[in-house]
């Protein structure tokens, strides 16, 4: 039985396979709704990694960590929230395109912190496209892009209800904390819906395995988001949302390492705002027209300059930009094309002259993919993207480059339940601002070359009604990786080559209400030859051992569902590259398993209320993330380059009421 339908247009077998396994229902039309069918963007190879709605309630994500704890390709360690740093397939986030509805995240503030921040109660989906993908994964894609995609107010409405509130409150037994949000959303008319939500977190310093409070920890935070959605005509539909977050409490000076006596505690204060714009034009009589266009403003901030900062700093960025693109199918072609462009302005300075130091750069792209349906089992797709960056750094050196990044893949089903795929593309990015702190002290190198990658993989992918699989393997290289070198002068230079490659094999049973699946993941990430660290590559990879996830979800009746979600790091010893050490060092990075248990239930008598409890890392495992800062303190002089372990057990009760 053939149900991959017109393959232009909807995701691979493997995506249904999935989602429908979760909601553990046979896989039907009732299930194949557009707005599931809309989840993958890349037509060609097969995603592992994409989080759904569904997903999120259950695992009742506090961070970026929680969120993509069963993603496969993806990492995050940091331990705190704003430590968190998001790798895919070894490669760091600075290297990625990072939206949230299409808002390019670009600024960064400092290289000892994190740069995204997502409020998961409020997110529809997770799109990830790993490695140097095609012309639609937008500018300096470089190890590929993740897309994340807010709730609409009609996703928050019951059928047939026209003004709703969400009110959700989640207890923490590991940071004896509550998180809470109030949401109010409605139709205004037949047209027109709106949304506002709250959500406040205070957490206390939280325990990691061992049962030890882990300082700089404890903070406070809010984020305010509002949403209005318009039907202007049956085929133009606007969304324009606004989101507030800040961040307030006593952290590291570099909040990815454990406190010592260099890196004490001090005020931060950090606050991000985003406006974003959607426009939507599809005329369901013009087959020439899908017209989507993106405008945003994204201002953020961190103060650092409070009484007891051992290193007073104010860094600032804004980005500003739009998208423009449109999709025609014209016979056996989808072609896509359009351009976008952004401007990135990043300050730093102390309190009393913030913006003492400024920089100034522009990304300007053009592009187009074709999607070709060339027989029924055949799927070709090419595209290419024009980018032109331009830099004016803060010594006023200039930098102006631009390429054309050429991609190409092919999907071929030889069967009804099983596809084969190839895809090659590269990818190009310029000159940009490093961070803000960096501009007090930086300087780039006059002749800084650009970085440009090339990915390439295959695979295979099996789908039907009980069992889903793939297997893929592939190989990704940055050339001439800028960066700043370990204990050189702040001078940002070209210091190699960035290789990741690897191979991820997943399969998957669905019964009448279970699923079940596992997935594992290899990855080697070097930098000319030397394994990659976080510590000695800030800003560019890490080296993550071999992964091993779990998942089991099984729907025990119509009012409960229950669940368990294993992940299982091999142990590895990495290369430490840094000045003083000798040739042949290695640092260790343990390995380690940690399961989670989550139960989901709705009271037959009380529809409008969903009690989640579920229990993380629940044999208090003690252990560093490889996605984390490593251990160096075994190396003499280095003694305090360490990340912050991971919470220990943590016990989540949730009870959300919806009216």
Avoid: C
């Avoid at 695979?459 to 190989?475: D, H, N, P, T, V």
């Avoid at 996830?549 to 009746?557: C, G, M």
């Avoid at 044999?619 to 002089?637: I, Q």
Wanted: charged share 25%; glycine share 8%; no cysteine.
């Amino acid at each position: 039985m053939r149900i991959y339908l017109n393959k232009i247009s909807q995701p691979t077998m493997l995506t249904l396979a999935v989602l429908a396994g979760l909601s553990t229902q046979p896989v039907s039309a009732e299930t194949l709704e557009l707005d599931t069918l809309n989840v993958v963007s890349n037509t060609v190879t097969p995603e592992t990694n994409s989080v759904n709605a569904e997903q999120i309630e259950k695992l009742q994500p506090n961070d970026l960590e929680d969120l993509f704890s069963q993603s496969p390709e993806v990492s995050i360690g940091g331990g705190t929230d704003l430590a968190q740093k998001l790798y895919v397939r070894g490669i760091e986030d600075q290297l990625l395109n990072i939206s949230i509805d299409g808002a390019v995240q670009a600024t960064r503030l400092y290289h000892h912190a994190g740069r995204i921040s997502v409020e998961p109660e409020l997110l529809k989906r997770v799109e990830v496209n790993a490695g140097a993908g095609n012309a639609l994964s937008g500018a300096g894609a470089l190890g590929g892009s993740v897309k994340f995609v807010t709730k609409d107010p009609e996703d928050m409405l019951k059928p047939g209800e026209k003004l709703g509130g969400l009110v959700k409150g989640m207890f923490s037994s590991n940071t004896d904390s509550f998180k809470t949000n109030t949401s109010l959303f409605g139709r205004l008319n037949d047209d027109w819906s709106a949304m506002v939500s709250a959500t406040s977190y205070n957490p206390s310093e939280y325990e990691d395995g061992n049962g030890d409070e882990i300082e700089g920890t404890k903070f406070d935070q809010d984020f305010l988001f509002a949403k209005v959605v318009g039907q202007l005509t049956d085929s133009q539909k606007v969304r324009l949302s606004y989101q507030k977050r800040t961040d307030e409490g006593d952290r590291a000076n570099r909040p990815q390492w454990i406190v010592s006596s260099f890196n004490r505690i001090q005020p931060y204060d950090l606050e991000r705002e985003t406006v974003t714009f959607n426009y939507e034009l599809n005329p369901l009589d013009n087959q020439y027209i899908d017209l989507g266009l993106t405008l945003y403003n994204i201002k953020s901030e961190l103060d650092r300059s409070g009484a007891d900062a051992e290193d007073p700093f104010i860094g600032a960025g804004e980005s500003k930009g739009f998208d423009l693109r449109n999709s025609s199918l014209i016979g056996m072609h989808k072609v896509t094309y359009g351009m976008d462009y952004r401007r990135d302005e990043t300050y730093a300075g102390p309190p009393s002259d913030k913006q003492r130091y400024e920089e100034n750069a522009t990304v300007k792209g053009l592009y187009i993919q074709d999607d070709i349906q060339l027989t029924e089992d055949l799927l070709l797709s090419a595209g290419l993207r024009y980018d032109k960056y331009k830099l004016e750094d803060r010594n006023d050196v200039e930098f102006d480059e631009s390429e054309v990044s050429p991609n190409i893949g092919l999907n071929y089903h030889f069967t009804d339940n099983w596809s084969a795929f190839a895809s090659y593309a590269e990818a190009f990015k310029g000159p940009l601002s490093p961070d803000a702190y960096k501009l007090y002290s930086g300087s780039n190198d006059p002749n800084l070359k650009p970085e440009d990658a090339s990915n390439i993989e295959f695979g295979l992918e099996y789908g039907s009604e009980s069992w889903f699989g793939s297997a893929k393997i592939y190989r990704s290289k940055i050339d001439d990786l800028i960066a700043d070198e370990l204990f050189g002068p702040v001078y940002y230079t070209n210091v190699g080559d960035l290789e990741s490659d690897g191979y991820i094999v997943e399969i998957g049973h669905r019964w009448d209400k279970v699923m079940a699946r596992v997935s594992y993941h290899h990855n080697n990430a070097e930098i000319d030859g030397k394994d990659a660290s976080q510590y000695g590559n800030n800003g560019a990879a890490t080296s993550i051992g071999d992964l091993f996830l779990a998942q089991v979800d099984y729907e025990l009746s119509s009012e409960l569902s229950l669940g368990w979600n294993a992940k299982f790091v091999k142990g590895d010893s990495v290369d430490a590259v840094a000045p003083g050490i000798a040739e042949g060092t290695k640092i260790d990075k343990p390995g380690y398993g940690v399961h989670d248990l989550y139960a989901q239930w709705h009271p037959s008598s009380y529809r409008d209320i969903e009690v989640t409890l579920t229990v993380r890392n629940i044999f208090d495992k003690y252990y560093l993330d490889h996605a984390t800062n490593a251990s160096w303190e075994s190396v003499p002089d280095y003694e305090g380059i360490k990340g912050l372990p991971e919470p220990g057990r943590d016990v989540r009760l949730s009870v959300a009421w919806q009216f």
